[in-house]
């Protein structure tokens, strides 16, 4: 069993539709890392959070340090959101195995 | 344009062949890492350098070598490498503890 773990592993979604994607973890962490991967490779990094909640933009990073879970929110979703979205636990970076996302028009 | 810039962003070696990755970095951070992303598998941490020492060796076979010799600079050097070992390797660097910046990747192929 994978110290991090995602889900869903895959998620399609319509233009305009609210996101959630969560991860677990069950390591110890002062931290965790939300990446997003396109495909072709590129990784940016969109949060690193400790506690509590993170906007940016249409973007919102939620963490429960204690319930050790983190959610990644996407509001009004868009096409451009389609890429592989990945939680990393500090201070070891243990990956998750990534979400994989399309949004249809 | 994240500020991390690899090359070659494409190889194709051959086992006995010896290579090498290059990062660099122009953002001031002090620690850079390299990760291995193989197919259907999550990326996997290799190395990690503080202030141009090695903190982190994820367990890594010898038959890659780092070498960091500035606080911008980071070589994956390859040699003898196995087929299995074709994958994207991705480079990083962060001040220690924030936010990491990932470089495009090196997509490796070994014949």
């Known amino acids: 069993k994978n110290e991090v773990e995602q889900s869903p592993q895959n998620l399609t979604a319509q233009e305009g539709e609210f996101i959630t994607i969560n991860c677990s973890y069950s390591?110890?962490?002062?931290?965790l890392h939300w990446l997003q991967q396109h495909p072709g490779g590129g990784i940016v990094s969109l949060f690193m959070?400790?506690?509590g909640k993170k906007k940016h933009g249409r973007l919102i990073a939620t963490i429960n340090i204690q319930e050790k879970h983190s959610s990644l929110h996407i509001t009004a979703s868009h096409p451009r959101d389609s890429a592989v979205y990945i939680c990393?636990?500090?201070?070891?970076?243990?990956f998750g195995t990534g979400t994989r996302l399309q949004v249809f028009p | 344009e994240t500020g991390v810039t690899q090359t070659p962003r494409h190889l194709v070696m051959g086992m006995t062949n010896k290579k090498s990755l290059k990062c660099e970095q122009h953002?001031?951070?002090?620690?850079m890492y390299w990760y291995k992303q193989s197919a259907k598998k999550p990326l996997e941490l290799m190395f990690v350098?503080?202030?141009?020492?090695?903190?982190e060796n994820n367990s890594v076979p010898s038959r890659f070598s780092p070498e960091c010799p500035n606080s911008s600079h980071l070589f994956l050097h390859l040699h003898t490498l196995q087929p299995e070992d074709s994958a994207l390797y991705l480079c990083?660097?962060?001040?220690?503890?924030?936010?990491?910046?990932f470089g495009e990747g090196s997509r490796l192929t070994v014949l």
């Open positions: 953002l001031g951070h002090n620690a």
């Open positions: 350098y503080n202030f141009k020492e090695q903190t």
């Open positions: 990083a660097s962060s001040q220690t503890g924030e936010k990491l910046f």
């Open positions: 959070l400790s506690s």
């Open positions: 390591v110890g962490i002062s931290a």
């Open positions: 990393a636990a500090t201070d070891k970076l243990i």
